[in-house]
């Protein structure tokens, strides 16, 4: 069974980059969606950025031009950049095997493995 350990959350400065990394283990190719996702306390989880097997990507409008997620054998990792106060949240690896549409890239509910968070705080 796949897991997944999510590191590189810190605290940083607005305007300050945080890279996080996600160690899988096994090789995430025979995975057709892995994303990232964060959570901020009183708030749902939201999808930040995604990447399917053909190697697109996807990115919630808040972080387009800011964060970049990649992907290696056995790690996938969100670089983030231009950090801002409400960029504040855990931070969470997801990883799927079945196939899913690029409306649900970004859904919580289409992946089924998760790692256990790291938390990211900026401060203003």
């Known amino acids: 069974q796949l897991q997944l350990v999510e590191t590189g959350g810190g605290s940083v400065e607005a305007g300050g980059s945080l890279r996080l990394s996600c160690t899988a283990s096994e090789y995430l190719y025979n995975y057709d969606g892995l994303a990232w996702f964060r959570q901020a306390p009183g708030k749902e989880r939201e999808g930040v950025a995604a990447?399917?097997?053909?190697?697109n990507t996807y990115y919630a409008d808040s972080v387009k031009g800011r964060f970049a997620i990649s992907e290696g054998l056995k790690t996938l990792t969100l670089q983030m950049n231009s950090l801002k106060s409400e960029d504040t949240a855990m931070y969470y690896c997801?990883?799927?095997?079945?196939?899913?549409?690029?409306?649900?890239?970004?859904?919580?509910?289409?992946?089924?493995?998760w790692g256990q968070g790291t938390q990211v705080t900026v401060s203003s």
């Open positions: 990447k399917d097997s053909a190697g």
């Open positions: 997801a990883a799927e095997p079945a196939y899913m549409g690029p409306n649900e890239r970004l859904r919580s509910t289409a992946y089924t493995t």
